[in-house]
């Protein structure tokens, strides 16, 4: 056990608002309900993300996502609930890293479809789902469609920010590499969030040869925008760690960056489909010089 968790009462992190649905109470989601029926909901993961970041890297991304894209679409008049943050995934090729939790697809797809018609008999109607996890895209879709199939007016969609990311994603990173899950990007996100969470002292440089990068997330993989999907069978398979990259790159700033491009883009799709607002998702994502 190291020094820096021998004090059990430290504060591990803090939190920004605005709360998420969990945090709230009955009568301020009623209340919310009078301005909005539109609810965002982040759906994370647990699992192994190497030595330097914690198992609920994915669920802390998620819950950013959606808090960056509310206080945008508040800015612009079109308010949102967040949450609960759904904290479990389908992670079945992390298994075999300590601490990984994997939901079976049959049981993510009946928790998130069960979560949405709960909330649905509250009043909310417009439903986003925003992962932290791209594993769990698929389960969100079918999940969706469930949503929709069980209800006669509400709407669902899932937002998958890695397709607008991967685009300007070079002009942030500082690796000459391809970073992947662990590695510089992420790693640079929760240093925004999380920066007590993250172990910086214990990265390790880890990158695969092209052709494995290929498939676990190139521009040819469906959820960085490609046609084709690759099934994984054992990270362990690619990464002894956990992670791939370069995590020692890592920067607070760049993780702000990163965080810009995907909250602009989540907040602009809801924005124009939820909020009919006339706004171009795919103009430039990137601030302008
Ligand atoms: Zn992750």
Redesign the pocket.
């Known amino acids: 056990m190291s020094a820096e968790r021998e004090n059990r009462d430290d504060v591990l992190y803090s939190q920004k608002g605005p709360p998420t649905l969990d945090e709230m109470t009955g009568p301020e989601v009623e209340a919310a309900l009078q301005q909005t029926d539109v609810l965002l909901l982040p759906v994370g993961a647990t699992e192994a993300?190497g030595p330097h970041l914690p198992l609920g890297?994915?669920s802390f991304?998620a819950r950013e996502n959606c808090r960056r894209a509310a206080i945008r679409l508040e800015a612009l008049g079109c308010p949102v609930v967040i949450g609960p943050v759904v904290p479990f995934g389908t992670s079945s090729f992390h298994l075999g890293f300590a601490g990984t939790i994997s939901l079976s697809s049959q049981t993510m797809i009946k928790l998130l479809t069960e979560i949405c018609l709960s909330l649905y008999d509250t009043g909310f109607r417009k439903f986003a789902f925003v992962h932290?996890?791209d594993g769990n895209l698929p389960v969100m879709m079918v999940a969706a469609q469930e949503v929709v199939d069980n209800t006669s007016d509400a709407l669902a969609m899932v937002l998958n920010w890695l397709t607008p990311l991967s685009k300007v994603y070079h002009t942030i990173q500082t690796s000459s590499r391809q970073e992947g899950?662990?590695g510089e990007g992420?790693t640079a996100r929760i240093l925004v969030t999380h920066p007590e969470l993250v172990h910086l002292d214990r990265s390790i440089k880890h990158h695969v040869p092209p052709e494995d990068m290929r498939k676990i997330q190139g521009g040819e993989h469906i959820k960085t925008g490609g046609g084709i999907f690759y099934a994984t069978r054992r990270y362990q398979d690619h990464t002894p760690y956990g992670h791939i990259g370069d995590p020692a790159l890592a920067t607070k700033e760049t993780g702000d960056k990163g965080y810009d491009v995907i909250a602009e883009w989540l907040a602009r799709v809801i924005a124009r489909d939820y909020f009919d607002r006339d706004i171009d998702p795919n103009a430039s994502l990137l601030p302008a010089e």
């Open positions: 993300h890297t994915d991304e932290g996890h899950h662990g992420e």
